[in-house]
């Protein structure tokens, strides 16, 4: 088994077909195609279910892509090893961050690390807290902040609570409920919501704390970026729900505390085998 091949397999398995992972790898097509279809012919087993329409792993594939992962990470990170017992940390660093994210400062944090270890290519991606982990589980993010609500569990990862805070609500300046000074959950319902989708981390934190109240949370506009979620509530169209430090950030806007309010834990989220990189950046944090 050569290490392109598995390189091709997990291009294709990412990539969803042949053509973009060949595009991917800087190679043709056919010659991708007879790499794959000679590693399933050593291994004795097929990898992809293929037809016209579609393309998936089979169980056999999704077993392969898993090592696969941990195997590639393994080679790639060798010469890292070998330099950080020299004292020198060298590598690629994948950042993770969600878009509410107030602190940890993470792009002064990058900043220091960058001073101070010159020779780390640095990446850094936004995204929600469950796609964030899922790209964890996948090898394709070193270090993740992400947003859940108290208590959840992270399997197969190490993490640390950096700080949790109770979110607030976010209300159009002329608003009836900005005369409160403090807002109760069933008024909240009497008004069109604004939130992240349905599943989302984002989401739960508000869902856990109405159904805690015997209250009914019924989201109309569901948003994917803070940034609508803030203009839709600014236009007057809905009301929603926002960490509290991120309030003073927001123009046009108003906010009010909230009786028994959703919470929300900030998390560092890393491998339980972390990178010279990563390591660094971890003592950065002081984890």
């Given amino acids: 088994m050569k290490l392109r091949q598995i390189e091709y397999v ?7 077909s042949f053509t973009a992972a060949a ?3 800087h190679i043709v097509q056919s010659a991708l195609s007879h790499q794959v279809a000679q590693l399933e012919q050593q291994l004795g087993t097929i990898l992809f279910e293929r037809n016209s329409r579609s393309l998936r792993l089979t169980p056999a594939g999704e077993a392969f892509v898993e090592s696969g992962r941990r195997a590639l990470d393994a080679v790639r990170r060798i010469g890292d090893e070998v330099a950080a017992r020299s004292g020198e940390v060298r590598g690629r660093l994948s950042l993770g961050t969600i878009s509410t994210l107030t602190e940890p400062d993470v792009i002064g944090l990058m900043a220091r ?30 270090l993740a902040f992400v947003g859940l609500w108290p208590g959840v569990v992270i399997d197969r990862l190490e993490s640390a609570d950096l700080c949790e805070e109770e979110l607030v609500a976010l209300l159009p300046r002329e608003h009836l409920l900005t005369r409160c000074r403090r807002v109760r959950l069933e008024q909240l319902t009497e008004w069109p919501m604004a939130d ?11 869902e ?12 109309r506009f569901e948003v994917s970026t803070i940034s609508l979620l803030v203009d839709i509530v600014r236009r007057g169209l809905a009301i929603g729900l926002i960490p509290a430090s991120l309030a003073p950030r927001l123009a046009g806007v108003c906010t009010r505390p909230v009786r028994e309010a959703p919470r929300r834990v900030v998390r560092a989220v890393w491998h339980p085998n972390p990178t010279p990189a990563t390591r660094a950046f971890l003592a950065l944090l002081d984890l």
């Fill in 113 to 142: 690390f960058h001073r101070r270890y010159p020779h780390v290519d640095i990446e850094m991606s936004m995204d929600g807290s469950e796609r964030m982990i899922d790209r964890m589980h996948e090898h394709s993010l070193d």
């Fill in 23 to 25: 595009r991917r790898c």
């Fill in 196 to 206: 992240f989708g349905e599943g989302t981390g984002a989401r739960q934190q508000s």
């Fill in 208 to 219: 856990e704390a109405f159904a805690a109240a015997g209250l009914r949370y019924a989201v």
């Fill in 10 to 16: 997990l291009a294709v398995a990412e990539e969803g």
